[in-house]
């Protein structure tokens, strides 16, 4: 747990803001996420022009109205993502575990009673910032997400401590393949967030993801078949303010495929699961990446 001495002195201030700040009640966080979106979205208009571009390639389909309140009811969203992650250094797991619903623990819990690992697959929807606590609640077995280290060290060392402060453990992103070997006979759950763009010199696999030729990482599904771990969706829905729904749902049961498999399938199917849930609710998806500034290669015309 971060404590104040292991602070360098210059993150002071800092650290005793963000602390102040976790430790207000979730109606003084929402009246601060309210001022937030008027300063972000209309004073600063962070990334505006990007989350209205992304969102007309996403949905051709919708008026430029609808888009635009879509955009808005996302930076709303977006801002209350970040105070309740604020509030992760102070809330308590009873008061957690009545803001996170799990309706089908029963598939996940079931599938690690075998003695197996079992793979998450989740993407930056709803709050992606709570749900590896809201597992470290919910079950008895280990839970564990896998991270990309931040370069700043005060913000490596506090998000550390606010995604483990309720029991999850975290695995760097460059150790995830020496810790699934490591933990082979050892019943629990990886989560995995899996939407991520990868960089240009990593991309492996293509597929048609809300209208787009968009490439996905495919770590999670080399892991997953390398121990033949089974993977599993997680579907995040918003209910209101500081409420969320989680469900399970069967990407791979842990079968392994035949040797003649092409492609990444279960890549594939993680991508079509979060186009559905995104068109459920595109509001609550992170769209402030650029998420489309890959190309696919065309073939080489004779």
């Not at 990334?47 to 009811?73: C, G, H, W, Y």
């Not at 899996?194 to 809300?210: A, V």
């Not at 033949?228 to 069967?250: A, E, H, M, S, W």
């Not at 459920?280 to 065309?298: E, F, G, I, S, V």
């Amino acid at each position: 747990m971060m404590k104040r001495t292991d602070i360098p002195l210059q993150y002071y201030p800092l650290w005793l803001l963000l602390q102040g700040l976790g430790a207000l009640p979730f109606s003084a966080l929402y009246l601060l996420s309210d001022m937030l979106y008027v300063l972000v979205y209309y004073v600063i208009g962070y990334r505006r022009k990007v989350t209205l571009q992304n969102l007309r390639m996403a949905f051709p389909e919708k008026s430029e109205q609808e888009l635009k309140r879509i955009s808005k009811d996302f930076y709303r969203q977006f801002m209350d993502v970040l105070v309740e992650t604020l509030k992760l250094s102070s809330i308590s797991k009873e008061e957690f575990s009545r803001r996170l619903i799990f309706p089908n623990p029963e598939l996940l819990g079931n599938i690690v009673k075998q003695g197996r690992q079992v793979i998450t697959m989740g993407s930056h929807t709803g709050n992606w910032e709570w749900i590896l606590s809201a597992g470290a609640i919910q079950f008895d077995f280990p839970t564990a997400g896998v991270y990309k280290p931040l370069n700043n060290p005060f913000f490596e060392a506090y998000m550390l401590h606010l995604r483990s402060r309720l029991g999850p453990r975290l695995i760097k992103m460059k150790e995830t393949l020496r810790d699934f070997a490591a933990n082979r006979n050892v019943p629990r759950v990886v989560a995995m967030l899996s939407d991520q763009t990868p960089l240009h010199s990593e991309i492996t696999f293509w597929t048609n993801f809300m209208h787009q030729d968009t490439p996905f990482y495919v770590g999670a599904e080399k892991i997953a078949r390398k121990f033949n771990c089974p993977v599993l969706f997680l579907d995040v829905q918003r209910i209101k303010r500081g409420y969320y729904c989680l469900t399970f749902d069967v990407i791979w049961d842990g079968t392994p495929f035949p040797e003649n498999t092409e492609g990444y399938p279960i890549t594939e199917a993680f991508a079509q699961k979060l186009e559905t849930s995104l068109r459920r609710n595109p509001a609550d998806y992170l769209w402030t990446h650029k998420r489309w500034k890959h190309k696919r290669p065309q073939p080489a015309a004779n």
